[in-house]
């Protein structure tokens, strides 16, 4: 089976830097992707990694690896709007992505 | 479209009742996913059709679940006998075409609640 492991929630202050995380056993992989939802909205995609290594997007950074069955998502210079609830979700070559339960951020200002 | 839309928005039925929620996916997307997301939970597969091959039925939680898709165009899911633990938000998602990760984009949701 496939199974996904996150942090519940972190709370972190305005301009500040925060990191989740996120470990995955999974029967096949080719890649881990992060979403973004804010209460009440839907599933907004963030990025994609296929590949050992950091990939970067403005304020945003994801990390992979692949031998750790590991990857984080990294928010910089945090804002207000960045409270929100962030998945982790594995591709395996089948069928749909296969999503963590979430980590909920919270901003304080 | 511009985006994936789905209809109805909130949907307040009894226990026992039959509900049928429809999706229109981005046009040109081939690949069409339904999830389930209950109050404060992760995104849960139910099921996921591409282009005219068979759909991967997976994820449904029992017979009472059924979806059909026409095409690559609209897809409905239907729940028979609604049960109060079928309450959620129901999403739907499509990509353009379900090689890596293609990125899905998801409609706002229908929100069944079941009484």
């Known amino acids: 089976g496939q199974s996904l492991e996150q942090p519940s929630e972190v709370t972190a202050v305005e301009g500040a830097i925060v990191q989740i995380n996120c470990t995955y056993q999974?029967?096949?992989?080719?890649?881990l992707s992060w979403y973004q939802q804010h209460d009440g909205g839907a599933p907004t995609f963030l990025s994609y990694n296929g590949l050992d290594g950091l990939e970067e997007t403005g304020r945003f950074s994801s990390f992979l690896s692949r031998s750790d069955s590991y990857g984080y998502l990294l928010l910089q210079e945090l804002q207000m709007k960045d409270s929100a609830s962030y998945f982790c979700a594995v591709y395996t070559g089948r069928r749909a992505l296969t999503f963590g339960s979430g980590t909920r951020l919270q901003v304080q200002p | 479209g511009a985006g994936v839309s789905q209809s109805p928005s909130n949907k307040v039925t009894e226990k026992g009742k039959d509900v049928e929620l429809r999706c229109d996916p981005i046009s040109g997307h081939t690949a069409l996913y339904w999830y389930r997301q209950r109050l404060g939970q992760g995104l849960e597969f139910l099921i996921y059709?591409?282009?005219?091959?068979?759909?991967?039925k997976s994820g449904l939680p029992s017979d009472r679940f059924s979806a059909e898709r026409t095409g690559e165009s609209v897809s409905t899911l239907t729940i028979q006998r609604t049960q109060q633990e079928d309450s959620a938000v129901y999403l739907c998602?499509?990509?353009?075409?379900?090689?890596?990760?293609?990125?899905?984009?998801f409609g706002p949701g229908t929100r069944l609640t079941v009484l």
């Open positions: 998602a499509s990509s353009l075409e379900p090689s890596r990760a293609d990125t899905q984009y």
């Open positions: 059709f591409q282009g005219n091959s068979a759909p991967d």
């Open positions: 999974t029967s096949g992989f080719y890649g």
